[in-house]
């Protein structure tokens, strides 16, 4: 199957718990993360990068979407699992990446 060399591919990896100074990347001494470590060396890697919600529910909600939790109302973990709805018109990454071919 070709390739439209235009459109790049795409991987979004994301670690939870995971510091930064733990992986070979980052420039930690020990061989602790090889297939990170050369996937930050074929891809993008981010050496500076700030979350705008904590803990994890949040903050991949605001990831894939671009929406702060504030906006999105989805601010918290919460047991039972939160009742909250999204905007029906809410659009995260993948969608918009479909749309758009």
């Known amino acids: 199957m070709a390739t439209d ?3 790049p591919n795409i991987l979004l990896f994301g670690l939870d718990t995971t510091p930064a100074n ?3 990347c980052y420039g930690y001494p020990r061989p602790t993360s ?4 050369k996937l ?9 990068a700030s979350l705008t919600g904590l803990p994890t529910t ?3 909600t605001s990831l894939l979407s671009g929406v702060h939790p ?3 109302g989805i601010v918290i973990h ?8 999204l905007p029906p018109d809410f659009e995260f990454l993948h969608e918009t990446l479909a749309k758009n071919g």
């Open 5 to 7: 060399r235009s459109r």
């Open 22 to 24: 733990h992986l070979s």
């Open 34 to 37: 090889p297939t990170i470590d």
């Open 40 to 48: 930050a060396r074929n891809g993008v890697q981010f050496d500076d």
């Open 58 to 60: 949040p903050g991949w």
């Open 70 to 72: 504030l906006n999105s």
């Open 78 to 85: 919460a047991e039972p699992p939160q009742q909250h709805a």
